[in-house]
Nanobody, 124 residues
Framework: QVQLVESGGGLVQAGGSLRLSCAASGRTFSRCNVAWFRQAPGKERVGVALITWSGSSTNYADSVKGRFTISRDNAKNTVYLQMNSLKPEDTAVYYC?????????????????WGQGTQVTVSS
């Protein structure tokens, strides 16, 4: 069993930066692929960034490429999402999700563990 807790959200002006953290409990987390998803009000949840269990491979949604960076520290059981050059359209609740199965940014049904989410608000 894996439990996930996100932190680091908040209010920031456009062009600013935030770093989200996803802290995990559970011995299997280091073998999990982990993704960040976000859900804006009235919109569907979408995948933002993905990192494989070893950290050797990452994938990003086109909307955040070049601005967001996902990383992980398995010794600390934590995955990070560095968000730079934030835009008002990045405003959403951000969730981290983990799975030991093969999964992508468009297959949220394959993620077995989810955090409670953290709010990111970008003002213009």
């Amino acid at each position: 069993q894996v439990q996930l807790v996100e932190s680091g959200g908040g209010l920031v002006q456009a062009g600013g930066s935030l770093r989200l953290s996803c802290a995990a409990s559970g011995r299997t987390f280091s073998r999990c692929n982990v993704a960040w998803f976000r859900q804006a009000p009235g919109k569907e949840r979408v995948g933002v960034a993905l990192i494989t269990w070893s950290g050797s491979s990452t994938n990003y949604a086109d909307s955040v490429k070049g601005r967001f960076t996902i990383s992980r520290d398995n010794a600390k059981n934590t995955v990070y999402l560095q968000m730079n050059s934030l835009k008002p359209e990045d405003t959403a609740v951000y969730y981290c999700a983990a799975t030991q199965r093969v999964a992508g940014l468009t297959s949220d049904g394959r993620y077995d563990y989810w955090g409670q989410g953290t709010q990111v608000t970008v003002s213009s």
